[in-house]
């Protein structure tokens, strides 16, 4: 009996779900975070009669085989980038993209890592940073004893410097995007890293074909909807307890032929 193999991989399927909801759930407010689903397929199965067989002298053959299945397994989380809300902050500094792109981060390291977070803020040396200290790429620079910023729906950024009724520009903020956004890697911190599977980054400005605006003064929402992920937690409480109830059906049987004398 292969039950009891077949339903362990069913609960240890329906664990990873809900650790990937508990996720969603656990990043509801946090700024630009976008949500994941588990993606699941059947694992290999197992063939007692093959279809096609021959099943006579006379040339007839089986029009269905007979082929055990056995298990699930995790085949992916898929990240769903869907535009989030868009929050008023009246922070000159922050920033939401409107649309497709993110915001490139250049990293201690050297790399580079992209964003969606636009909560910016002015490092000592009055340079544009993220919440971690990290740069904006390309790096701006905010002169001293500057009274207000504009940023343009283009990403062209100025400042007004003192009593001077002229602009400075400071800089173009571009944004990047990806073939496949999707493929993009996780690092925490709200920066993802870019990979194979995404594709190299195409830098561009706002505004630009396929390519999203900003909005100066807001932030992106994360696009968890709780009301699905609370759902989709219930289904998958009551698919564990249905595998669960599966390993206790064929412990059952299997007393039971244990105990045939």
Same mark, same amino acid.
């Given at each position: 009996?292969?039950?009891?193999?077949?339903?362990?991989?069913?609960?240890?399927?329906?664990?990873?779900?809900?650790?990937?909801?508990?996720?969603?759930?656990?990043?509801?407010?946090?700024?630009?975070?976008?949500?994941?689903?588990?993606?699941?397929?059947?694992?290999?199965?197992?063939?007692?009669?093959?279809?096609?067989?021959?099943?006579?002298?006379?040339?007839?053959?089986?029009?269905?085989?007979?082929?055990?299945? #056995?298990?699930?397994?995790?085949?992916? %989380?898929?990240? #769903?980038?869907?535009?989030?809300?868009? #929050?008023?902050?009246?922070?000159?500094?922050?920033?939401?993209?409107?649309?497709?792109?993110?915001?490139?981060?250049?990293?201690?390291?050297?790399?580079?890592?992209?964003?969606?977070?636009?909560?910016?803020?002015?490092?000592?040396?009055?340079?544009?940073?993220?919440?971690?200290?990290?740069?904006?790429?390309?790096?701006?620079?905010?002169?001293?004893?500057?009274?207000?910023?504009?940023?343009?729906?283009?990403?062209?950024?100025?400042?007004?410097?003192?009593?001077?009724?002229?602009?400075?520009?400071?800089?173009?903020?571009?944004?990047?995007?990806?073939?496949?956004?999707?493929?993009?890697?996780?690092?925490?911190?709200?920066?993802?890293?870019?990979?194979?599977?995404?594709?190299?980054?195409?830098?561009?400005?706002?505004?630009?074909?396929?390519?999203?605006?900003?909005?100066?003064?807001?932030?992106? %929402?994360?696009?968890?909807?709780?009301?699905?992920?609370?759902?989709?937690?219930?289904?998958?409480?009551?698919?564990?307890?249905?595998?669960?109830? %599966?390993?206790?059906?064929?412990?059952?049987?299997?007393?039971?032929?244990?105990?045939?004398?």
């Amino acid at each position: 009996m292969k039950a009891l193999g077949i339903a362990a991989t069913g609960m240890l399927a329906q664990q990873t779900n809900v650790d990937v909801i508990s996720n969603n759930i656990a990043n509801a407010n946090t700024t630009g975070f976008k949500s994941s689903r588990a993606a699941f397929q059947d694992l290999i199965y197992e063939t007692i009669k093959r279809e096609g067989a021959i099943t006579s002298d006379q040339g007839s053959t089986r029009p269905t085989g007979v082929d055990i299945g #056995l298990g699930v397994q995790t085949a992916g %989380t898929i990240r #769903l980038n869907t535009q989030g809300g868009l #929050l008023a902050t009246e922070n000159q500094l922050d920033m939401a993209i409107d649309g497709q792109g993110y915001f490139t981060i250049n990293l201690p390291n050297g790399g580079l890592a992209y964003t969606r977070d636009g909560a910016f803020q002015l490092s000592a040396e009055g340079v544009l940073v993220n919440l971690q200290g990290y740069e904006m790429a390309p790096g701006i620079t905010i002169p001293e004893n500057t009274v207000k910023i504009e940023v343009s729906d283009q990403g062209l950024l100025m400042a007004f410097v003192e009593d001077d009724p002229t602009p400075v520009e400071l800089g173009q903020v571009t944004l990047s995007t990806f073939t496949n956004s999707a493929g993009l890697k996780a690092l925490g911190d709200n920066l993802l890293q870019a990979t194979s599977a995404s594709g190299d980054p195409i830098q561009a400005n706002p505004g630009d074909p396929g390519v999203g605006i900003i909005r100066q003064g807001f932030l992106e %929402t994360s696009n968890v909807n709780i009301i699905q992920q609370i759902t989709a937690l219930i289904a998958a409480q009551r698919a564990y307890e249905m595998n669960s109830k %599966t390993i206790e059906t064929a412990d059952q049987m299997l007393s039971a032929a244990n105990q045939i004398r």
